[in-house]
């Protein structure tokens, strides 16, 4: 069974920095693309950020370039969203999902439950 | 890419058939056009990739059509775990834009 778990959510002050984590199990997190997509509250579904399978592409919404960062440890199937010079504006659930791929197209198929981000002093 | 997602709320009885529309502001390759269905407290379910095929587990009342800016939900007849809110996304372009929803609730 495909699982994604975050963690690493909390309550952090304007400018303060945070690392999420998400861990994956039950299929081969090495062999897809994988995203971090939020949510503010109330709100609707924002793409973050997403990297290549061995971690040498990365792409990020334009409000995060120059203070998150997309990473991953496939030896330890693990996922990281470092978020630097945090703004009240970061505040949403984050959530972490896969990306699948194939000759019908691709899409993000398996999400975790999502880790809430709430930056406020 | 802006997706603009209509109606903003859509209100149907169990049994009735959902029309959910999502237009884009530019040329989307269908192969890259997907929809989600969200309930509250929960992450985002996969329902439909490139533009018509369903996902693993998704029921037949949910089908997909559309091509370039103009695509369509369609849920054939409501059952009342449907309702919940809607979203298209696009993964052809970065940044890969999500609409801003369509909730459908119980008339």
């Known amino acids: 069974e495909v699982q994604l778990v975050e963690s690493g959510g909390g309550l952090v002050q304007p400018g303060g920095s945070l690392r999420l984590t998400c861990a994956a199990s039950?299929?081969?997190?090495?062999?897809?693309?994988m995203s971090w997509v939020r949510q503010a509250p109330g709100k609707g579904l924002e793409w973050v950020a997403n990297?290549?399978?061995?971690?040498?592409?990365?792409s990020y919404v334009d409000a995060v370039k120059g203070r998150f960062t997309i990473s991953r440890d496939n030896s330890k199937k693990t996922l990281y969203l470092q978020m630097n010079s945090l703004r009240a504006e970061d505040t949403a659930v984050y959530y972490c999902?896969?990306?699948?791929?194939?000759?019908?197209?691709?899409?993000?198929?398996?999400w975790g439950q999502g880790t809430l981000v709430t930056v406020s002093s | 890419i802006v997706l603009t997602q209509s109606p903003g709320t859509l209100s149907l009885s169990p049994g009735e058939r959902a029309t959910l529309s999502c237009r884009a502001s530019?040329?989307?390759?269908?192969?890259?056009l997907a929809w989600f269905q969200q309930k509250p407290g929960q992450a985002p379910r996969l329902l439909i990739y490139?533009?018509?095929s369903r996902a693993t587990g998704i029921p037949d009342r949910f089908s997909g059509s559309g091509s370039g800016t103009d695509f369509t939900l369609t849920i054939s007849r409501l059952e009342s775990e449907d309702f919940a809110v809607y979203y298209c996304?696009?993964?052809?372009?970065?940044?890969?834009?999500f609409g801003q929803g369509t909730k459908l609730e119980i008339k």
């Open positions: 490139g533009a018509s």
């Open positions: 530019q040329s989307v390759s269908s192969s890259y």
């Open positions: 990297i290549k399978e061995d971690g040498s592409g990365k």
């Open positions: 039950g299929f081969t997190s090495g062999s897809y693309w």
């Open positions: 999902a896969r990306l699948y791929s194939s000759s019908s197209g691709r899409a993000l198929d398996f």
């Open positions: 996304q696009q993964y052809g372009s970065s940044p890969y834009t």
